[in-house]
């Protein structure tokens, strides 16, 4: 849990600095280039050996979706949200990973779909007062996109690397890049993107570098590592973590207002979810 922990307070800085930077840049290629950016941070160890062509072709699926189509997305409805209702709108990712998760296994845990909720209501209690979804309906719907390929993307590397125990995970993990990077430099192409990079100011290029190497490289390399080794019910509450410190972030970092006794109520929430999510593992694994 470590990792995703980490990894959520890196990306926490992750919705100011795209609201602040980035907008007027165009979403395709701002996907495109961070993933180029960090694909470099793993083809040194990327190791095709031993590997059949339908696992390596499942693990760049994966990257498509989950980087790829997550991101174009994601960056689309930035254009139309604040960096704060960008984040309220993550909050339904926990549904979507304990769905997906129980779809694969064709089963139905209640537990996991109830810390889920609870994760939910935590971050609802945080910012609903504040944001009027009539306004941004659109930009609340390209997010469901967004969080329902990245909800995905975890559940689907968790289950080809249970499959493929003896892979590291570094070993492989440039082709989830590739796929991504396959995947936005085709939606690029296709909606003229290139021609932001004749525009890019140096704070611009220093913050895709940022978002890339750090935020989507290492970042989502902790996330799946930390989701191979975590229940589905913790993923999925850990998926809103973010959440709270991205609001934090905000408030202390960017400036922007936040009622702090929700951000106190709702953060509370959420850790007691996590709490009772570990509480309840020894007993998942007698059941």
């Known amino acids: 849990m470590v990792y995703l922990i980490l990894t959520s ?8 600095l795209v609201k602040g930077q980035l907008t007027s840049l165009e979403p395709n290629f701002v996907a495109c280039s961070r993933l180029l950016i960090a ?17 390596c072709l499942r693990f760049i699926g994966i990257g498509a979706i989950q980087y790829g189509l997550t991101y174009t997305f994601y960056l689309i409805a930035m254009q139309r949200l ?18 997906i998760n129980d779809f694969f296994r064709k089963q139905f845990s209640a537990f996991h779909l109830g810390m889920s909720l609870l994760a939910v209501l935590g971050a609802a209690i945080i910012k609903y007062s504040n944001t009027s979804l009539g306004d941004i309906l659109t930009g609340f719907l390209l997010m469901q996109v967004s ?34 990077v ?16 004749l525009e890019m ?27 191979v080794t975590t ?29 702090i006794p929700r951000l106190l109520l709702g953060g509370g929430v959420m850790i007691l979810a996590i709490i009772l999510n ?10």
């Open 147 to 180: 969080n329902v390929c990245f909800s995905f993307g975890q559940i689907d590397y968790k289950r080809v690397r249970s499959e493929n125990k003896e892979l590291k995970d570094s070993q492989i993990y440039a082709l989830l890049f590739l796929g991504g």
């Open 182 to 197: 396959m995947i936005t430099a085709f939606s690029t192409t296709i909606m003229g993107g290139w021609s932001s990079a």
């Open 9 to 16: 307070l890196i990306w926490a800085f992750s919705f100011g």
């Open 201 to 227: 100011n140096q704070d611009q290029i220093l913050t895709l570098v940022f978002l890339g190497a750090i935020a989507s490289g290492i970042g989502f390399f902790w996330w799946n590592k930390g989701a």
């Open 39 to 55: 694909l470099p941070v793993f083809l040194p160890f990327l190791r095709l050996k031993g590997l059949s062509a339908k696992t």
């Open 278 to 287: 570990e509480w309840h593992k020894p007993f998942e694994r007698k059941g």
């Open 82 to 99: 604040n960096a704060y209702e960008a984040a309220l709108f993550t909050i339904f990712t926990p549904l979507y990973v304990s769905l």
């Open 231 to 259: 229940n589905a019910g913790t993923l999925a509450v850990m998926n809103n973590l973010k959440i709270p410190l991205a609001v934090a972030v905000s408030l202390l970092v960017f400036g922007e207002r936040v009622d």
